[in-house]
């Protein structure tokens, strides 16, 4: 039985603004485009798409998005199973989960429904929506949207003592390096156009920040 946009709604209502069901319908859009223009398995990527961040939680619990991932692939596998999927096919499902952090090293996508899965929620972090994506983590997380970064984070990516992770340093240390990232070729092109808006994004806010427009 395949999942429903309606049924997911529910999973997200209680989730933060950067991971809201908005987050989870961008995705899953943008999923199905890379999908179409890959060939991959339409169901397994729609399914992994909604799922994906079903047991996210609030960006200033640091333990709770470590762990997003893991929730939502158990979680993905039961919702799965009620629903008659095969054990292969549930297992594909979570591997999408479970491969789409950028910072979880563990487990990397080896599938191509799990590259596109890791690639569109990473597209989500770039372009226009992005930058309002990475002003509302800070805001939530209560850090600055702007701080000089010290010369040690620019060496290391590692804040001196006393330093704020702001959201330019989120940029340089993350969203920066995404466009590399990126594992489908659909992808790559679409993620350099957003990232050229980024930067110029920050370029702009810093020149505001410092009186300079």
Known sequence: MKLTIEEARSWYEDTDAVHDFDHIIRVYNMAVRLAKAEGADMEIVQAAALLHDSQGSDPGSASGRLEHHQASARFAAAVLAEKGWEPER?????????????????EK?????????FDADKL??????????????????GTPFYE??????????????GESHSAYHE???KLRK???R??????RAIADERLHYLDEFFERMIAEWQGEK
């Open 171 to 173: 940029h340089l240390f």
């Open 124 to 141: 989500d972090a770039l372009g226009a929506v992005g930058a309002a994506r990475v002003l509302a983590y800070a805001a939530i997380a």
């Open 148 to 161: 000089k970064p010290s010369e040690e984070f620019f060496e290391t990516g590692k804040e001196s003592e």
């Open 90 to 106: 549930i297992r594909a499902v979570q591997h999408c989960i479970l491969a789409h952090r950028f910072r979880n090293p563990a």
């Open 182 to 187: 990126m594992h489908t070729q659909s992808a």
């Open 109 to 117: 996508p080896e599938t191509l429904e799990a590259k596109i899965i």
């Open 178 to 180: 995404l466009a590399e």
